[in-house]
Nanobody, 125 residues
Framework: QVQLVESGGGLVQAGGSLELSCTASGGVFSNNSIAKWYHQGPGEERELVASVGAKGDTNYADSVKERFTISRDDAKNSVLLRINHLKPEDAGLYLC??????????????????WGQGTRVTVSS
């Protein structure tokens, strides 16, 4: 079964740091598409905050530049999101979105647009 599993959320004091992890279970992150992290604040719509391509090329929402760092760790089959200098508005659910490839021998199948359940970040002031 293909799954994206996020972890690393929790309660952090404002100004602190956190590293979130998204691990692909049952497959590997596709090398032909980008992996993304979304943030959904309380009562808000889901917002794309960071993305990373197979070659490590990154993009960030203007609101999180300089504080968020996304990276891929292919050895651990994970996509990481480091958040520095946490602000109260960073609180919410962080979700991972990516295409996942499942190999069976020499054949592969791509599961498009997979989502994890999210990991929740709470920021105390």
């Amino acid at each position: 079964q293909v799954q994206l599993v996020e972890s690393g959320g929790g309660l952090v004091q404002a100004g602190g740091s956190l590293e979130l992890s998204c691990t692909a279970s049952g497959g590997v992150f596709s090398n032909n598409s980008i992996a993304k992290w979304y943030h959904q604040g309380p009562g808000e719509e889901r917002e794309l905050v960071a993305s990373v391509g197979a070659k490590g090329d990154t993009n960030y929402a203007d609101s999180v530049k300089e504080r968020f760092t996304i990276s891929r760790d292919d050895a651990k089959n994970s996509v990481l999101l480091r958040i520095n200098h946490l602000k109260p508005e960073d609180a919410g659910l962080y979700l991972c979105n990516a295409d996942v490839v499942v190999w069976e021998g020499t054949s592969s199948a791509t599961y498009l647009d997979e989502w994890g359940q999210g990991t929740r970040v709470t920021v105390s002031s």
